[in-house]
């Protein structure tokens, strides 16, 4: 049956949600909690199947949850529900099964709370993180471009009606420099700090006009799209470097289109590949001419002497030359000795030399440094193993002593094995150490190179191609361009007229099925309808004597799979129906980049629009503000403000607030993300010790700060929360800080609201308490009245004698004055404990307090023979409490035990109080008595609400005492190991600071 209303509304009083239900699962009672969290009246509620209700998913079959129950009397755990409104809900959830007065099982209560908001800001949490880190820290130069002058600029063209920029710009050339001048780089990460050659990611801040000198018709281009509303814009182009030098570089800039004024730039460094393509176009008459126009040092080296030295260690008997070599670092530099430099390329004599070839041709021992042995003893391994080749990076020594770091390359061709000899490239990668593979081919000695490139390398012939040109332009053809896009069939057949003479490994592995004569064919096998016209565009580059074309384009392997690709193809100068064709698979790295602009918006996103206010702060003053105050000595930073107070408001002034997120703006009262940038000064009005507590964290090489603080809004109200700062040295050290604040208002007034029915509780509870006293207080009453009525006739007596004694007149009202200031102290105590008031923390004595309290009990002790003997330790420390509240606690504890032992066998009643300091700062108070102890069933619950083992009790003491104790600081527990026999109950409080 349904539990009772005057019970229910006690449950009405309690913050979380109770349900009660019977072992059949229909629920008896359903507070307004229940009703509030799951969105379910009282009345659609009672007597329904709780599982029908709730649709409860638990962490294990529920079946084996009620029997537990069953056996251990409770239960918790975490649950899976949905309110009403279908909305998922993750509540925490405690079971505690309730018996009759003969034991039997009768119902199950249920306490829950939703920690489905606590679940999500973690996760939340934990995204965030993952999106900004990737950010910083992804491979790719990303830059944070504030363009929100030009939007300006761009609105007055568009009230003027210019649709076409371009021609505006070519009728009014002031135009671009304002709008180049407009954009500012406002943020970059580590990866574009290195491109550029900064020092700092703060460096690097301001006009993006130094950075594009080199390229200005790619941000003509760029800005020319942005107008046109492109959201996305790349080209390949040169930028200058923060010493004056220009590096290749990928230039993307994208708009997200939550943001107008903002936008994002990503350069990806292709000087590498720049460099290896340049190479490339050297090629002449099938690799003879690279080994003296690459720019690549090329050696010849004759090895025969060293293979002398390497048979007769054989012929001793060692079997692992790798692992001999490891061992003896002075046999592989006496083997380089005997190793000799036969001819070396000009790039040679430019990279290691001082302009004579002839001090290079001696013994290679010279270039190679300690530091290098290993990697000549590892290309000698491989190449006793009959390894193809063998590349690696590592470091050289030039004619002058000087170190460089080197790509090193070897190969083996079998031919040049026979005779001793082989040939070694080595590129300088100083600058760059992940430069692309050099050239390796050439005509017999070189094969092996260019077969061991990791590029796809095509020889083409264009000998037809010239011949169906020639005629075309015979029979009046002047724009091959236009006659390409109007005769579709004549480009076939250009392609069909490309004849492909050759093809490397890579190329078989790339198109081929292994079958390279599958390959040397016409070049339309590979080129799908889709990239004609980027094949036209190669030929109109020859066309124009162009030395070389180069696209990304999308290409066809013999399968059929279609996939993305960088095409390069360079022309003989000296014959231009001989080409040397490149392609290199950027499937993986378009897909890779298309990821990462995914990724970029999402984390941009992600921060403006998670519902916690986040705040990117600009520390980059505060930085060189502390370094200051460490040069002059200060190790104590809130110390130094105590003494130097200005210099807490210097550094409030030094730190700015860059970017806020929507959620920000929304909670302290602004208009748009601009009202909030600037300085932290006025929210910081009504909470200066945190502040002053960041600092100081900060000072200290802390790399977080959370606080529980208020702080001001623009629109004038005060909210509270949670703050925390984050200033990992990663980010610390570019002066940015990253702080959250999370809204917790509406929390702290539901927490108020619950002290205060907690406080009507105890409050309740005392005055309950004071009725089943009403004998003691009335004998504690009676008795000094009683006292006052007869001095006050004896004073009489004494003043109606014919000489009346004025000295025992005196000395009687005397003690009317004491009796009556004794009964007004009774009455004020009395009053107190029954006076609803707030609580008033004030170090006590426990002492004072126990006293009082076994004065207040007197009577009752008596009249209940019972004895209360009292141990106080010699030094406790006061404590810091309410002293009704306290009083209350020793009270209900004492009057419990006297309860207890009342209906105990003819005997000795006595309960023991002692006192003791467990430390210096904890306080210890047991309550024990010679009672018949707690059940087990009671031990269990002894705290529970409304559980009680008294006919006709509320259940209610005992958890108010352990809610008054808690609120303290301190812990209740009750137990059967009273020293005397019974029950006993502990509480400790913190001592008072």
């Not at 329904?48 to 918790?76: C, F, N």
């Not at 390796?440 to 796809?456: D, G, I, T, W």
């Not at 941009?604 to 040069?631: K, W």
């Not at 210890?924 to 529970?944: M, Y």
Request: hydrophobic share 40%; glycine share 6%; net charge negative.
């Amino acid at each position: 049956m349904a539990m009772a209303s005057d019970g229910l509304e006690i449950l009405d009083l309690v913050a979380e949600s109770i349900i009660v239900r019977d072992l059949e699962g229909r629920i008896q009672a359903w507070n307004a909690a229940s009703e509030a969290l799951y969105g379910v009246p009282r009345a659609a509620a009672l007597g329904k199947l709780a599982q029908d209700i709730l649709k409860t998913a638990y962490p294990s079959p529920v079946s084996e949850i009620e029997r537990a129950v069953l056996e251990t009397g409770t239960w918790e755990g975490e649950v899976r529900r949905a309110s009403a409104e279908g909305a998922p809900l993750k509540i925490l959830a405690r079971w505690a099964l309730r018996r009759d007065g003969e034991g039997y099982p009768i119902t199950i209560v249920e306490t829950g709370r939703s920690v489905t908001e606590s679940k999500r800001l973690e996760e939340l949490e934990a995204s965030e993180r993952r999106y900004r880190d990737l950010f910083h820290y992804m491979p790719i130069g990303l830059t944070q471009v504030d363009a929100s002058r030009i939007v300006p600029l761009f609105k007055e063209l568009r009230a003027q009606g210019v649709t076409d920029l371009k021609a505006h710009i070519d009728a009014h050339p002031d135009f671009l420099p304002r709008a180049i001048d407009a954009m500012l780089v406002e943020e970059v990460n580590e990866q574009n700090v290195q491109i550029f050659g900064a020092q700092t990611a703060a460096e690097m801040h301001g006009p993006v006009s130094r950075y594009f000198q080199a390229a200005m018709p790619t941000i003509r281009r760029s800005i020319e799209a942005r107008y046109a509303g492109v959201e996305f814009f790349q080209e390949e182009m040169k930028a200058t470097r923060m010493d004056g030098s220009v590096v290749d570089v990928l230039f993307a800039t994208a708009r997200p289109g939550a943001i107008a004024d903002k936008s994002l730039v990503g350069f990806i460094d292709i000087t590498a590949r720049k460099k290896s393509e340049e190479g490339l176009r050297q090629s002449e008459y099938r690799y003879r001419n690279m080994f003296q126009a690459m720019a690549a040092s090329f050696w010849e080296l004759d090895f025969s002497g060293a293979n002398e030295l390497v048979r007769g260690v054989l012929k001793s008997g060692v079997t692992n030359l790798r692992q001999y070599f490891l061992a003896n670092p002075d046999f592989v530099r006496e083997m380089m000795k005997r190793t000799r430099v036969v001819d070396v390329n000009d790039q040679t004599v430019a990279l290691f030399g001082r302009g004579d070839k002839q001090e290079l041709l001696g013994n290679v021992e010279v270039f190679w440094p300690e530091e290098s042995t290993q990697v000549y003893a590892e290309a000698y391994a491989h190449a006793a193993e009959q390894a193809p080749n063998y590349s690696t990076e590592c470091r050289f020594r030039r004619i002058d002593g000087s170190l460089f770091d080197g790509l090193f390359t070897v190969a083996y061709p079998p031919r040049e094995m026979g005779r001793g000899t082989t040939m070694v490239g080595v590129i300088d990668v100083t600058a760059r150490k992940q430069s692309e593979e050099a050239l390796r081919a050439s005509e017999r000695r070189y094969q092996s190179l260019f077969q061991a490139m990791a590029v796809s390398f095509w020889e083409v012939d264009f000998t037809g191609v010239r011949e169906l040109l020639r005629r075309a332009r015979a029979s009046g053809v002047i724009d091959f361009g236009q006659h390409f896009t109007d005769n579709p069939g004549f480009l076939r057949d250009i392609m069909r007229e490309t004849r492909v003479v050759d093809v490397n490994d890579q190329t078989v592995a790339l198109f081929g099925r292994g079958i390279k004569e599958e390959l040397l064919k016409t070049t339309d096998l590979v080129w799908p309808e889709e990239s004609w016209p980027d094949y036209a565009q190669a030929i109109l580059s020859s066309l124009e004597n162009k030395p070389s074309f180069s696209v990304e384009t999308r290409l066809r392997r013999l399968d059929g799979t279609i996939f993305d690709a960088h095409f390069t193809v360079w022309y003989s100068p000296d014959n231009r129906t001989a080409g040397l064709a490149g392609v290199i698979d950027i499937t993986e790295r378009k897909r890779a980049h298309a990821e990462l602009e995914r990724s970029n918006e999402r984390y941009r996103h992600l921060f403006h629009h998670l519902p916690i206010a986040l705040f990117q702060m600009d520390s980059s003053n505060l930085l060189a503000f502390m370094q200051d105050l460490r040069a002059q000595g200060v190790t104590d930073l809130d110390r130094h403000f105590d003494s130097n107070p200005d210099d807490l408001t210097r550094a409030m002034e030094a730190v700015k607030i860059a970017e806020v997120n929507h959620s920000a703006v929304r909670l302290f009262g602004g208009r748009d993300a601009d009202d909030l940038i600037g300085s932290i000064a006025p929210y910081w009005t009504t909470s200066k010790q945190t502040l002053r507590n960041i600092l100081n964290s900060r000072y200290n090489g802390e790399e977080s700060f959370r606080e529980e603080t208020k702080l001001a809004t623009l629109d004038g109200r005060v909210v509270e929360g949670l703050f925390t700062s984050a200033f990992p040295p990663a980010l610390s050290e570019m002066g940015i800080s990253v702080n959250s604040f999370v809204d917790a208002t509406e929390k702290n007034r539901a927490e108020e609201m619950l002290q205060h029915v907690q406080a009507d509780f105890a409050h309740a509870a005392r005055v309950s308490m004071l009725g089943e006293l009403t004998a003691s207080i009335a004998h504690e009453v009676n008795q000094p009245l009683a006292a006052i009525a007869a001095n006050g006739e004896a004073g009489l007596r004494w003043l109606a004698r014919p000489e009346p004694d004025v000295v025992e007149v005196r000395e009687l009202t005397k003690r009317i004055v004491a009796d009556a200031r004794r009964a007004a102290d009774v009455i004020s105590r009395i009053r107190g404990m029954a006076v609803r008031r707030a609580p008033e923390h004030a170090s006590l004595a426990i002492d004072e307090v126990i006293r009082e309290v076994l004065l207040f009990l007197r009577h009752e002790v008596q009249s209940r023979g019972v004895t209360i003997t009292y141990h106080p330790a010699r030094s406790v420390p006061p404590v810091r409490a309410d002293r009704t509240q306290l009083q209350q606690v020793i009270v209900n504890l004492a009057v419990n035990a006297m309860q207890a032992m009342a209906n105990a066998s003819d005997g000795s009643r006595n309960i023991v109080i002692r006192t003791a300091a467990s430390d210096d700062a904890t306080m210890v108070c047991s309550i024990e008595d010679n009672g018949p102890g707690i059940d087990a069933v009671g031990l269990a619950r002894l705290f529970d609400s409304f559980f009680t083992t008294k006919e006709g009790g509320m259940g209610m003491g005992l958890p108010i005492c352990r809610s008054i104790i808690e609120a303290h600081g301190g812990r209740i527990s009750g137990d059967n190991c009273s020293t005397i026999g019974g029950a006993r109950f502990m509480f400790s409080l913190p001592a008072a600071t």
